[in-house]
Nanobody, 124 residues
Framework: QVQLVESGGGLVQAGGSLRLSCAAS????????MAWFRQAPGKEREFVAS????????LYADSVKGRFTISTDNAKDTINLLMNSVRPEDTALYYC?????????????????WGQGTQVTVAS
């Protein structure tokens, strides 16, 4: 069965950097489209960034464009999210998600598999 395990969250000062990782297992991911979502307290879960497992096809939310970079490391079966110039409004529980198929999507409804999340807190 598919398992997604996030790591790398923590407390960071505004303007700093953090690198999240998502370890994927349980099936072949070559046809997967992977994404990061986040959910702040009292808010809906929102799209952050996405990428094909094999690389390319990236999409970013406007709020993180130019600051966050999503990437793949197929040798380690992981997806990474490099967060630069973080802001207090980036504070949230960050989730890794996977869907299978060629269609890119920013909608959480299209993702079948989810991790448990890793907390990111940005101090001002």
């Amino acid at each position: 069965q598919v398992q997604l395990v996030e790591s790398g969250g923590g407390l960071v000062q505004a303007g700093g950097s953090l690198r999240l990782s998502c370890a994927a297992s349980g099936r072949t991911f070559s046809s997967a489209y992977m994404a990061w979502f986040r959910q702040a307290p009292g808010k809906e879960r929102e799209f952050v960034a996405s990428i094909y497992w094999t690389g390319g096809g990236t999409l970013y939310a406007d709020s993180v464009k130019g600051r966050f970079t999503i990437s793949t490391d197929n040798a380690k079966d992981t997806i990474n999210l490099l967060m630069n110039s973080v802001r207090p409004e980036d504070t949230a529980l960050y989730y890794c998600a996977a869907k299978f198929g060629l269609v890119r999507s920013t909608s959480r409804a299209h993702y079948q598999y989810w991790g448990q999340g890793t907390q990111v807190t940005v101090a001002s």
